[in-house]
């Protein structure tokens, strides 16, 4: 898992926490920067970086910290067109320029802190293995992936095919439980959120949550379409279009059967 303190160290290297409601072009308080935490040992760790990063922003002649710092409320995912913003607008600016006084903090011992085996906020992948254990090991060679997939999954899944209209496993099922990705485990689907469109490929309202896919504008065959990857393992696995039900999201993410693996033991999951 990726430490607090490289969370906090990137955070003030990467973007200018001198400015108050501001950052880049963007102005508002909802452009504040922030620091949130779980935890006592967050809180100090964090409570230390600022103490820290505020003697080197003095001694570089900045002025002060102006970043908001608190305990974490609720968490609110942020609006559908800012998921994957740099898919959808591919001439997005992010990447800000910070202050260019750089943040170097001392370990501090807190690290350890999250319990073995708990899927945090940002675990590695050793740690999401060992609290789902339906994840594969991600492949690091082609020869790797086509050993793993038969050939008609690794046309869809490793080549961005498609599976004709119809023909695939799932198109009509309504049994209970969790789609995974064919190629990596990774949860994508709920039985619940699945529908039918009539289209001949399984279709579904949303996935179990916003990162378990990637969505990509893909301008292939003529089209402008979205293209929808695993978020995990980043293999294809169809389209979402914009023409599903109006009272569950109005999402149709349409997908090869070959992608995906109902797992009936996710059905409570
Ligand atoms: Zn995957």
């Given at each position: 898992?990726v430490?607090y303190?490289?969370?906090?160290?990137v955070f003030f290297n990467e973007?200018d926490?001198?400015q108050?409601n501001?950052q880049?072009n963007d102005?508002?308080?909802?452009?504040?920067?922030g620091?949130?935490?779980?935890?006592d040992?967050q809180?100090?760790?964090a409570?230390?970086a600022?103490?820290?990063y505020?003697?080197?922003?003095a001694?570089a002649?900045k002025?002060?910290?102006m970043?908001?710092l608190a305990?974490?409320g609720?968490?609110?995912?942020?609006?559908?067109?800012?998921?994957q913003?740099?898919?959808k607008v591919p001439?997005?600016?992010?990447?800000?320029k910070?202050?260019?006084v750089?943040?170097?903090?001392?370990?501090?011992?807190?690290?350890?802190?999250?319990?073995?085996?708990?899927?945090?906020?940002g675990?590695s992948?050793?740690d999401a293995?060992?609290?789902?254990?339906?994840l594969?090991?991600?492949?690091s060679?082609d020869?790797e992936w086509?050993a793993r997939?038969?050939p008609?999954q690794?046309e869809v899944?490793?080549?961005a095919?498609?599976e004709?209209?119809?023909?695939g496993?799932?198109t009509d099922?309504?049994?209970?439980g969790?789609?995974r990705?064919?190629?990596c485990?990774n949860?994508?689907y709920?039985s619940?959120?699945?529908?039918?469109?009539?289209s001949?490929w399984p279709?579904?309202?949303?996935?179990?949550?916003?990162d378990a896919v990637e969505?990509?504008?893909?301008?292939s065959?003529?089209?402008?379409?979205t293209e929808v990857?695993?978020?995990?393992?980043h293999s294809h696995?169809g389209?979402?279009?914009?023409?599903?039900?109006?009272?569950r999201g109005?999402?149709?993410?349409?997908?090869?059967s070959l992608?995906?693996?109902l797992d009936?033991?996710?059905?409570?999951a």
């Amino acid at each position: 898992m990726v430490p607090y303190r490289q969370l906090l160290e990137v955070f003030f290297n990467e973007h200018d926490p001198t400015q108050e409601n501001r950052q880049g072009n963007d102005v508002g308080t909802q452009y504040r920067s922030g620091i949130y935490w779980t935890t006592d040992a967050q809180e100090h760790e964090a409570r230390m970086a600022v103490d820290a990063y505020a003697k080197a922003l003095a001694d570089a002649g900045k002025g002060p910290i102006m970043t908001e710092l608190a305990s974490a409320g609720a968490f609110y995912f942020a609006e559908e067109y800012h998921q994957q913003y740099l898919h959808k607008v591919p001439n997005g600016y992010c990447g800000l320029k910070g202050t260019g006084v750089t943040c170097s903090l001392p370990p501090t011992g807190y690290e350890a802190e999250v319990p073995a085996g708990s899927a945090a906020p940002g675990a590695s992948e050793g740690d999401a293995a060992a609290a789902d254990p339906k994840l594969k090991p991600l492949p690091s060679t082609d020869d790797e992936w086509r050993a793993r997939l038969d050939p008609a999954q690794y046309e869809v899944l490793r080549r961005a095919g498609t599976e004709r209209a119809f023909t695939g496993a799932y198109t009509d099922t309504e049994d209970p439980g969790l789609y995974r990705c064919m190629a990596c485990g990774n949860p994508l689907y709920r039985s619940e959120a699945k529908f039918h469109s009539g289209s001949g490929w399984p279709s579904f309202t949303e996935a179990v949550s916003p990162d378990a896919v990637e969505v990509v504008e893909d301008r292939s065959h003529g089209m402008v379409r979205t293209e929808v990857r695993c978020g995990r393992c980043h293999s294809h696995l169809g389209h979402v279009f914009p023409d599903g039900p109006a009272d569950r999201g109005g999402l149709r993410y349409c997908m090869n059967s070959l992608a995906l693996d109902l797992d009936p033991e996710g059905a409570d999951a």
